[in-house]
């Protein structure tokens, strides 16, 4: 079976981890760490950042570090993982979920705009949900697979009711918001990583926080850590063990040393799966917001026809092929945690969720596999185009 994304572990990781063992530094105190937060830091344009256990504690503490929590609620479009409502409800904020733009899969920042004038009054910290009595404090954008959001347009956004901007950057290491700026430098409050084993960087799990404000960035380290100050037992506040191991540091740092060549070959892949797509009237590639340098984290297309029952039997035909597809993400609003929470119309969402088709995308997936995984595709859609 052709894996739908596995770690490339080819580079350094070995060395680092040897190193981690050899000096006994394998928990959380270790020169990787350092090393690895830096290099987060740079990547995204920012003095510091937090490195922590996984990408859902990372939105979590970013949030909780903004003083969002307990009465607040954070806008978040239902089309994503549901790790991006967990960590708002896990920071004891509630969701508020929007639909995401047609175009782009994106937060729709103009239905947002409007939901939030129609049913919002304007709050010291942020807007009053007149029917909720919950105050909105945050936007949380999502980078689905890897795409740019209109930076400028979610920003002026926030600005124009008082909200903070937290960026779930999980699928999106790498990239760059328009001509080359880091997403760090973007106006933003936060942007957080998540390196899980498929990520196109992993340090086998853990996430991380970069942020402008270094003060923000002290904060989150501080709760990550229990919340001690000083050298002995003492500690000031209700804190969290979320921080990363040396040995993920390590295996992350060394991911990072590759990272230019693995998104050369996320474009790769994401290049022949949309030449693949173009060849057929009901297929189309995932789309290519113009807002920056898109990292490509998933590949694939997506079904545009009208067949009842065909995403079910593509993805039966592709296991029977060898190639690993499975259904995309279920939507926040069919969720049953989330069945209760503030919700606007998802007519975009709705259509769009099934008809996903990631295909295997790991960074040294080989030409043969490629065209193992192409050619299934074709011998599917071929025999379907009267269906479609």
């Not at 040897?18 to 990787?32: A, H, K, L, W, Y």
């Not at 937290?166 to 990583?193: F, K, N, S």
């Not at 501080?222 to 063990?241: F, K, M």
Request: hydrophobic letters at 45%; aromatic letters at 8%; charged letters at 20%.
């Amino acid at each position: 079976m052709i894996p739908l994304a596995v770690p490339n572990l080819n580079g350094n990781e070995a060395d680092y981890l040897q190193e981690c063992i050899t000096s006994t530094f394998v928990s959380t105190v270790g020169p990787f760490v350092g090393k690895f937060e830096d290099a987060i830091a740079a990547l995204s344009g920012t003095q510091t950042a937090a490195v922590l256990c996984s990408g859902t504690t990372a939105i979590h503490l970013a949030l909780e570090g903004l003083g969002i929590g307990e009465g607040d609620l954070v806008m978040v479009p239902a089309l994503t993982f549901i790790a991006s409502a967990n960590a708002i409800r896990h920071a004891r904020a509630d969701v508020w979920l929007v639909d995401v733009s047609r175009d782009d899969w994106i937060f729709d920042a103009a239905a947002a705009r409007a939901a939030i004038e129609a049913q919002t009054d304007p709050h010291p910290e942020g807007r009053l949900h007149r029917e909720s009595g919950k105050i909105l404090r945050a936007l949380m954008p999502v980078m689905i697979m890897g795409a740019v959001p209109d930076f400028p347009e979610l920003v002026a956004l926030a600005r124009d009711f008082n909200l903070k901007i937290v960026v779930d950057a999980a699928a999106a290491i790498g990239t760059m918001a328009g001509t080359d700026t880091p997403l760090g430098q973007t106006g933003v409050d936060a942007v957080c990583y998540s390196f899980n084993g498929n990520k196109t960087i992993t340090s086998g799990g853990g996430g991380a926080v970069a942020a402008a404000d270094n003060a923000l960035i002290a904060r989150i380290k501080h709760l990550s850590s229990t919340g001690r100050v000083g050298p002995n037992y003492d500690h000031d506040v209700v804190a969290y063990n979320f921080r990363m191991t040396n040995i993920q540091a390590a295996v992350g740092f060394a991911q990072l040393e590759r990272l230019d060549s693995f998104l050369q070959s996320k474009q790769r892949i994401r290049d022949a799966y949309a030449a693949l797509a173009d060849g057929y009237d009901v297929l189309s590639p995932f789309p290519e917001p113009q807002n920056g340098r898109n990292g490509h984290w998933f590949s694939g297309f997506w079904y545009t026809g009208t067949a009842d029952g065909i995403e079910i039997a593509f993805q039966n035909h592709m296991k029977e092929a060898g190639v690993d597809l499975r259904p995309f993400w279920k939507p926040l609003h069919l969720q049953k945690p989330y069945a209760d929470a503030l919700c606007e119309p998802m007519p975009v969402t709705d259509d769009v969720w099934r008809r996903v088709f990631p295909l295997p995308c790991s960074t040294h997936l080989t030409e043969a596999e490629l065209e193992t995984v192409k050619t299934a595709a074709q011998a599917f859609w071929n025999r379907h185009k009267e269906a479609s």
